[in-house]
């Protein structure tokens, strides 16, 4: 069964950091572009990361460049998230997603997300 689980998430105060994690089970993260989205109440989910099969070229929106940092590690078989300098517009669901085409392309899998809240 594919499988996306997300995990690291939490309340921390404006400043803070977190660490998101990915894993992955019955398929091999190697081959798959994962990208990390958001989504806030009320509004439509946003593109936070992605980092590529091919390369691990990371990209970023404007953003979070300078404050998140996409990484994988293929013989855990899971993708990481380390959000530093964290501000309220962070606060949202966290998911993480997986193409084997690339970054540019939709997403096949999806994980169920994960909470994250930035809050004094």
């Known amino acids: 069964q594919v499988q996306l689980v997300e995990s690291g998430g939490g309340l921390v105060q404006p400043g803070g950091s977190l660490r998101l994690s990915c894993a992955a089970s019955?398929?091999?993260?190697?081959?798959?572009?994962i990208g990390w989205f958001r989504q806030a109440p009320g509004k439509e989910r946003e593109w936070v990361s992605c980092?590529?099969?091919?390369?691990?070229?990371?990209y970023y929106p404007n953003s979070g460049k300078g404050r998140f940092t996409i990484s994988r590690d293929n013989a855990r078989n899971a993708v990481y998230l380390q959000m530093n300098n964290l501000k309220s517009s962070d606060t949202g669901r966290y998911y993480c997603?997986?193409?084997?085409?690339?970054?540019?392309?939709?997403?096949?899998?999806w994980g169920k997300g994960i909470q994250v809240t930035i809050s004094p």
């Open positions: 019955g398929f091999t993260l190697d081959y798959y572009s």
């Open positions: 980092i590529s099969s091919s390369d691990s070229r990371a």
């Open positions: 997603a997986a193409s084997n085409i690339g970054c540019s392309y939709p997403m096949e899998f």
